[in-house]
């Protein structure tokens, strides 16, 4: 080790809401395939990470569970989930204390009760499923998977990912899927918005777009195959498809850090800047009271010449160690701090080591609060539907930072909002390709003015038992009713609420 001594200071800086929203570039580093000579809309942006394949599935796993509870034939399509996704969706936007109020007279909302009765809604969130329960494998047997209920949705969600072309710079970060209810995988993070929950960790860019992804099951999320413990095999996996030797670089925090993965990293032609919880591995370093001592802004550096890397600590407010396999402290810049004592900005020095980690780390921090902006917040008490809700709200925010992606290669500065990305998705969800009459509002249902029976054109589903199909409609509703001799959906659709 080498020892040199200088002066520095740094701090995280910490934007509002409104500036991270609207402070997202790319950073420099590889160049990204032309975009479509037409911007897509945003539901083609959606279908890159949920496609069809996705709402197949779940829809013959849920009709197959349905047999398996010995409940009703469900009778459901992948249209008919798509459109229940949208829905999902579009009640993250026009919230409500209870989902069934969106049906109820009193605050009956028609973009979603015209779409999908009640009881229908209720019918395929009882029966959602997205794996054959009879394949399960008990705990202790073996190929027993924790996450089997939601495995396949989650693997074919995470190869779409993957297929988005990364960015230069990578932060490995943990989210949390909020969740109280019991189940082993539970994890409690103080720091965190939602303490309790699933957690989750995430590869994301700069600009929040998320590349990869690993839910935590506990030590056995992933094999301790070269002794790095869960941490550092977690950073291993989630960096095992970005393109090794062409300057990519990693960021994370002092929960993944060690020494070993950061020469490990290296060795595969990952380049590295970490946080440090003092695991120096006999890299003395000054204690936080001589650095204090010394002044705000003091800082040590040492360097490991048999692996290149740099290991900084510097005294800001507090003494913080930064640890890399290619970045030092040089050049040193000088930046604005508050001061407490002073009560004004003073000013500092800072490493450039800092300066690259305060910028580059923080892209699942973003993801996650944009995900959090208009979350699905419908709590179901099985924990694979929390799972499916996150997928569902993380692919839409992919979807629209890839939207922004291309925005900016064409050099266009006005975008589409988060909001209204997420409602042209839950439209287009809700819409396209379905042959479905939209129901009028209640007060015109239950008006009792001329309501005739006609020949509709085609024959369809019943509106109200979902059961019944035939070719009759009302005249003034424009849905299909059935009027048979065992049944009257047509008088109960226009006389009960």
């Known amino acids: 080790m080498q020892d040199l001594q200088c002066v520095m200071a740094g701090r995280r800086k910490f934007y509002s ?129 924790p996450l089997f209920k939601v495995r396949p949705v989650l693997e074919k969600v995470r190869a779409n990912f993957l297929k988005v072309e990364p960015e230069e710079n990578h932060s ?63 950073v291993l996996h989630l960096v095992s498809e970005v393109p090794k030797g062409l300057n990519y670089k990693c960021f994370f925090d002092n929960w993944f850090t060690s020494p070993e993965l950061i020469v490990e990293l290296k060795k595969m ?70 001061s407490k004592e002073k009560k004004e900005y003073v000013e500092v020095e800072r490493p450039h080591i800092v300066k690259v980690y305060n910028h580059n780390m923080g892209g699942g921090d973003l993801a996650d609060m944009f995900a959090a902006l208009y979350r699905i917040d419908i709590r179901p008490h099985r924990w694979y539907l929390r799972i499916l809700y996150y997928l569902i709200d993380l692919s839409l925010v992919n979807g629209w930072l890839l939207y922004r992606r291309h925005l900016t290669q064409k050099q266009e500065k006005k975008y589409m909002p988060l909001l209204d990305f997420r409602v042209q998705v839950a439209d287009a969800l809700i819409k396209v390709g379905k042959q479905r009459i939209s129901a009028p509002s209640v007060d015109v249902r239950l008006d009792r003015c001329d309501h005739f029976p006609i020949h509709a054109e085609k024959c369809g589903q019943c509106r109200l038992c979902k059961n019944g199909y035939m070719q009759m409609a009302c005249l003034k509703c424009k849905v299909l009713l059935c009027f048979t001799k065992d049944k009257n959906c047509f008088l109960e659709y226009h006389m009960t609420k």
């Open 17 to 145: 809401a409104r500036e991270v929203i609207e402070y997202i570039c790319l950073p420099d580093g590889p160049a990204f395939s032309p975009p479509p000579d037409e911007i897509p809309s945003p539901k083609w942006y959606f279908d890159q990470f949920m496609d069809k394949s996705v709402f197949e599935h779940i829809s013959n796993q849920s009709k197959l569970y349905a047999v398996m509870k010995n409940g009703p034939e469900l009778k459901t399509t992948p249209s008919e989930i798509e459109q229940f996704i949208g829905l999902h969706i579009l009640m993250t936007v026009v919230r409500m204390p209870s989902y069934r109020m969106y049906w109820q007279t009193a605050t009956c909302y028609d973009p979603i009760a015209t779409v999908m009765g009640r009881k229908r809604f209720d019918n395929l969130r009882t029966y959602i499923h997205m794996n054959d329960n009879t394949n399960v494998k008990q705990k202790g047997e073996p190929g027993y998977d």
């Open 172 to 234: 490995i970060d943990e989210q949390m899927i909020p969740f109280k209810g019991k189940i082993g995988m539970k994890q409690y993070i103080k720091n965190k918005p939602h303490k309790w929950g699933i957690k989750v960790f995430t590869r994301a860019g700069v600009t929040g777009l998320v590349y990869d992804f690993e839910v935590y099951t506990g030590k056995g999320t992933v094999t301790n195959e070269r002794g790095l413990g869960v941490a550092g095999e977690v």
């Open 269 to 338: 032609g990952i380049l590295t800047v970490a946080t440090n919880r003092n695991r120096l591995r006999g890299c003395t370093l000054k204690s936080d009271k001589e650095l204090s001592k010394a002044g705000r802004g003091a800082y040590e550096v040492k360097y490991k010449k048999t692996s290149g890397m740099s290991i900084v600590k510097w005294y800001d407010n507090k003494a913080v160690l930064l640890a890399s396999s290619f970045i030092g402290p040089e050049p040193v810049e000088r930046c604005r701090r508050w």
